[in-house]
């Protein structure tokens, strides 16, 4: 499979706790995208990458976020001190810089339940 | 920042049907508009796209039409099918400031068959 990758699929901890997300973006992306979706709602941005720069982030980021991407290939988002409100999808997408139209290819996501 | 409004946010049609969903945008330097399907578990994936070059865009049953000047575009679906169920959401981009893509807050569609 040559699609965008995210591991855990599933993550249910209790607050307070650490946990990370991986993304595989698809081999010869250069973008790399971060999404939360919470039930109901379209995916909101938080952060993207081209290459190994991380060239925007969301407000939506706290400080108990944090994401890098050390190799300009998969990509870790770690969330600090979780809180119930942390509880989401984690959606990551790749795309190709330099197309006109920037077509993002999503991952299945990474689910959170903060107990 | 760009603001996207997507209505209705549930749609329920006969199979066989037309079903539009509509979206607003606001940042008027907003020239790329895709939409994008989400099955139950799964990732968004890309349906249709259309640039702000172009009015209209057709694939098969599925049509995107752009207003630039009033910054509505829709998405047309006709001859629905049970398998077109799924939340479709509209999406935005601009070439200035943020480059990631905004979205709508979602249309549930669903066919009876």
């Known amino acids: 499979d040559t699609g965008v990758s995210q591991d855990p699929r599933h993550k249910i901890t209790k607050r307070g706790q650490n946990v990370t997300f991986r993304c595989d973006p698809i081999s010869e992306h250069n973008r790399l995208y971060w999404y939360r979706q919470t039930l109901g709602q379209g995916p909101e941005f938080l952060t993207y990458?081209?290459?190994?720069?991380?060239?925007?982030k969301s407000r939506l980021l706290s400080d108990r976020f944090s994401a890098e991407r050390p190799k300009g290939s998969f990509s870790t988002l770690e969330i600090q001190r979780t809180e119930q409100g942390d509880s989401a999808m984690y959606l990551c997408?790749?795309?190709?810089?330099?197309?006109?139209?920037?077509?993002?290819?999503f991952g299945e996501g990474s689910r959170l339940t903060v107990l | 920042g760009e603001n996207v409004e997507q209505h209705p946010s549930t749609l329920s049609v006969q199979e066989g049907d037309s079903a539009v969903i509509k979206c607003t945008y606001s940042?008027?330097?907003?020239?790329?508009f895709p939409w994008y399907k989400q099955e139950l578990g799964k990732g968004p994936q890309l349906i249709i796209d259309i640039r702000s070059n172009v009015g209209e865009k057709k694939d098969q049953r599925i049509a995107v039409t752009l207003n630039k000047t009033a910054k509505h575009f829709s998405l047309h679906i006709t001859e629905t099918q049970p398998e077109d169920s799924a939340v479709y959401f509209c999406a935005a981009k601009t070439n200035t400031g943020r480059r990631a893509l905004t979205f709508g807050s979602g249309t549930r569609l669903q066919v009876q068959p």
């Open positions: 940042d008027s330097a907003s020239n790329y």
């Open positions: 990458f081209q290459n190994e720069a991380q060239l925007e």
């Open positions: 997408a790749s795309s190709v810089n330099g197309r006109i139209t920037g077509e993002l290819f």
